[in-house]
């Protein structure tokens, strides 16, 4: 038996590498300067919106039949990743037109994928995922949104819930139900556009992080959309959510693994550089220890995110809690290295002047979206117990 003298296993490709070295310039360049600011304002970053789609980082999974990059699910996640080690309101940019379109990629017939993915892969919409409602959040599929056939058209008539990038996107993935009497096998899978009669967006969401993506209600009042834009049959709606999941939630690990990462990078240049008792407090075993156990725990959840990554692109079976556990872990990862970094800093940690105190309040976010992590610890023990 002959091995690879190279040994390439558990080694990202040279495209890989390449493409983390493009993003992380451009994010470095384009995006760290202004996380603060887009913070502050809780306004979205159209700026960044058009570097990244310059780059054609703003939407790389799409296939290429439809204008896209057809990139793999790992470039994916570096994409998100190295964004989100700068700002985790842009790396939103990437990872929700993933989750919007990724219902239309799995289920969509092949006149709604032309459609509706090739203007997002030119950059000329974006596309959110619209499953919640106040009174369904981990309970999915007791929502009330309800469509009916008419014609030619669905009416829609309810409310979704924090929506990410609601109000930028054009196009929304919406659950909806057509069978009030079959459970969650009555609800179908719409794709709603922004100018469609009876859309509209509520106001924006008060929130703790993530401000520069807006989070609103959408309201659908008797809004008409063409027959043609149901994803898949109905009934199906609900099973392609959770097959659309299992695909984006290693990206918001992926989310979660860059804010990480961005408080590591942040904490060892401050650990050099300020000095206390006469010398730089890295120099203290203390820190030093944090430090370590924030590293080792940030690089153990990149290894689980890129092997979800990789389970998801060859379509192996297990992806389901491979994925939660890859989104769990590294959210949790990323809220734990976000507040040591905030403690590493000392009271300057806690001020605006230094970065990790923001990427503290986004790094919560990811143990509550895409499944909480409580959510997700039962996806994973019920998936195993089968």
Same mark, same amino acid.
């Given at each position: 038996?002959?091995?690879?003298?190279?040994?390439?296993?558990?080694?990202?490709?040279?495209?890989?590498?390449?493409?983390?070295?493009?993003?992380?310039? !451009?994010?470095?360049?384009?995006?760290?300067?202004?996380?603060?600011?887009?913070?502050?304002?809780?306004?979205?970053?159209?700026?960044?919106?058009?570097?990244?789609?310059?780059? &054609?980082?703003?939407?790389?999974?799409?296939?290429?039949?439809?204008?896209?990059?057809?990139?793999?699910?790992?470039?994916?996640?570096?994409v998100i990743e190295e964004v989100a080690r700068a700002c985790a309101s842009s790396s939103l940019i990437p990872a929700v037109n993933k989750l919007?379109?990724?219902?239309?990629?799995?289920s969509g017939s092949e006149e709604l994928k032309k459609e509706v993915l090739t203007p997002v892969a030119a950059g000329e919409a974006m596309f959110s995922y619209a499953l919640s409602e106040r009174e369904?959040? @981990? &309970?999915?599929?007791?929502?009330?949104?309800?469509?009916?056939?008419?014609? %030619?058209?669905?009416?829609?008539?309810?409310?979704?819930?924090?929506?990410?990038?609601?109000?930028?996107?054009?196009?929304?993935?919406?659950?909806?139900?057509?069978?009030? @009497?079959?459970?969650?096998?009555?609800?179908?899978?719409?794709?709603?556009?922004? &100018?469609?009669?009876?859309?509209?967006?509520?106001? #924006?969401?008060?929130?703790?992080?993530? #401000?520069?993506?807006?989070?609103?209600?959408?309201?659908? %009042?008797?809004?008409?959309?063409?027959? @043609?834009?149901?994803?898949?049959?109905?009934?199906?709606?609900?099973?392609?959510?959770?097959?659309? !999941?299992?695909?984006?939630?290693?990206?918001?690990?992926?989310?979660?693994?860059?804010?990480? =990462?961005?408080?590591?990078?942040?904490?060892?240049?401050?650990?050099?550089?300020?000095?206390?008792?006469?010398?730089?407090?890295?120099?203290?075993?203390?820190?030093?220890?944090?430090?370590? %156990?924030?590293?080792? =725990?940030?690089?153990?959840?990149?290894? !689980?995110?890129?092997?979800?990554?990789?389970?998801?692109?060859?379509?192996?079976?297990? !992806?389901?809690?491979?994925?939660?556990?890859?989104?769990?872990?590294?959210? &949790?990862?990323?809220?734990?290295?976000?507040?040591?970094?905030?403690?590493?800093?000392?009271?300057?940690?806690?001020?605006?002047?230094?970065?990790?105190?923001?990427?503290?309040?986004?790094?919560?976010?990811?143990?509550?979206?895409?499944?909480?992590?409580?959510?997700?610890?039962?996806?994973?023990?019920?998936?195993?117990?089968?």
């Amino acid at each position: 038996m002959a091995f690879d003298p190279d040994f390439a296993t558990y080694r990202l490709t040279d495209e890989h590498q390449m493409l983390r070295a493009a993003v992380r310039e !451009l994010a470095d360049d384009k995006i760290a300067p202004r996380a603060a600011e887009i913070d502050q304002s809780s306004e979205f970053p159209y700026d960044v919106l058009e570097a990244l789609t310059k780059a &054609d980082f703003h939407a790389t999974h799409i296939p290429v039949a439809y204008g896209g990059l057809g990139a793999d699910s790992v470039a994916t996640a570096i994409v998100i990743e190295e964004v989100a080690r700068a700002c985790a309101s842009s790396s939103l940019i990437p990872a929700v037109n993933k989750l919007g379109t990724m219902p239309v990629i799995l289920s969509g017939s092949e006149e709604l994928k032309k459609e509706v993915l090739t203007p997002v892969a030119a950059g000329e919409a974006m596309f959110s995922y619209a499953l919640s409602e106040r009174e369904a959040g @981990s &309970d999915a599929a007791a929502m009330r949104t309800r469509a009916v056939a008419e014609g %030619d058209s669905w009416v829609l008539n309810g409310t979704k819930a924090w929506i990410t990038n609601a109000g930028v996107s054009s196009y929304y993935t919406v659950m909806a139900v057509t069978d009030p @009497s079959a459970g969650a096998k009555g609800i179908s899978a719409f794709v709603v556009h922004k &100018d469609d009669p009876g859309f509209s967006v509520g106001s #924006k969401e008060r929130k703790l992080g993530i #401000k520069g993506s807006p989070t609103c209600e959408i309201h659908f %009042d008797n809004c008409a959309i063409p027959a @043609s834009r149901i994803v898949g049959e109905p009934g199906t709606g609900f099973k392609t959510a959770l097959a659309t !999941l299992d695909h984006t939630r290693l990206t918001i690990g992926a989310q979660a693994l860059g804010i990480a =990462q961005g408080a590591i990078d942040a904490s060892i240049a401050y650990m050099k550089q300020r000095q206390q008792f006469g010398r730089p407090i890295a120099d203290f075993q203390g820190l030093q220890f944090m430090l370590a %156990d924030m590293v080792m =725990q940030t690089e153990a959840a990149r290894q !689980l995110i890129y092997a979800a990554a990789a389970k998801a692109e060859r379509g192996e079976p297990g !992806l389901t809690w491979y994925s939660a556990s890859a989104k769990a872990f590294a959210s &949790d990862v990323a809220m734990k290295v976000t507040t040591d970094a905030v403690q590493l800093f000392g009271g300057a940690g806690y001020t605006q002047d230094f970065p990790v105190e923001r990427m503290m309040r986004d790094a919560k976010i990811t143990q509550i979206y895409e499944g909480t992590n409580q959510i997700n610890r039962m996806v994973i023990a019920r998936q195993i117990l089968k």
